[in-house]
């Protein structure tokens, strides 16, 4: 079986954010199948991702242009006041749980999960 991991990011704090993506490009870099799923108060972090003040700016650029990110939740992203910033910069959102990413999507896929 191929190692397979769904990182579903929860934690709206840029310091466990940077976390899930120093992972998932150390994972890819290694061969792992990763994709990041970003969930509840993590959709924030989208205006992040172009903040130039960001001491993490680059490895936000780097996730980003990886392909790694599956997609923010649009439940969330709209609740935090996010999702327009989210659909602005090109992020795909899922909505497949009543409006969240459906974990189970990922298991029937064979990934196994991460929460961050």
């Known amino acids: 079986m191929e190692d397979k991991y769904a990182l579903f990011a929860f934690n709206g704090d840029p310091m466990c954010f940077i976390h899930v993506i120093l992972n998932a490009l150390d994972m890819n870099k290694k061969g792992y199948d990763v994709k990041v799923i970003v969930e509840g108060s993590a959709t924030k972090l989208a205006a992040q991702f172009e903040n130039t003040e960001n001491p993490f700016l680059m490895k936000y650029q780097e996730l980003k242009s990886s392909g790694l990110i599956d997609c923010f939740c649009k439940a969330c992203s709209n609740k935090l006041g996010s999702l327009k910033k989210v659909?602005?910069?090109?992020?795909?959102?899922?909505?497949?749980?009543?409006?969240?990413?459906?974990?189970?999507?990922?298991?029937?896929?064979?990934?196994?999960?991460?929460?961050?």
């Open 87 to 116: 659909e602005e910069l090109g992020f795909p959102t899922c909505a497949e749980l009543l409006g969240h990413p459906s974990m189970s999507k990922y298991i029937e896929q064979g990934y196994s999960i991460i929460t961050f």
